[in-house]
Nanobody
Framework: QTPLVESGGGSVQAGGSLRPVCDAA????????LGWFRQAPDKEREAVAV????????NYTDTVTGRFTITRHETNNTVYIQMNRPKSEDAAMYSC?????????????????WGQGTPVTVSS
């Protein structure tokens, strides 16, 4: 089973809302870092919102705090990212990632499992 499968990206108007979904049913570790990253053209990949289930915490990058919300349905290990009031700078390929070393940094290089990604474009 593919560990991580994203869906629900697409085009959204600035100021609107969108909710991409990550099916993480293939991830069986109970204590993990699991969340969303993004990469825009000519930019480095960055963590957007990540659960650290081992430490029972959530980390958001500053630019989305107050606008994006990550939630997790534990029964089927589905992770959502609710994107409210998106801006043009939020346009990127959004990917789901997971790693059992939940105590480590949120650098993309520290994440072992990745999905294929789902693109998000923001129109003005």
């Amino acid at each position: 089973q593919t560990p991580l499968v994203e869906s629900g990206g697409g085009s959204v108007q600035a100021g609107g809302s969108l909710r991409p979904v990550c099916d993480a049913a293939g991830i069986t570790d109970r204590r993990i870092s699991l969340g969303w990253f993004r990469q825009a053209p000519d930019k480095e990949r960055e963590a957007v919102a990540v659960f650290r289930t081992g430490g029972d915490s959530i980390n958001y990058t500053d630019t989305v705090t107050g606008r994006f919300t990550i939630t997790r349905h534990e029964t089927n290990n589905t992770v959502y990212i609710q994107m409210n009031r998106p801006k043009s700078e939020d346009a990127a390929m959004y990917s789901c990632a997971a790693d059992p070393k939940w105590w480590k940094s949120l650098a993309p290089a520290d994440f072992r499992s990745w999905g294929q990604g789902t693109p998000v474009t923001v129109s003005s």
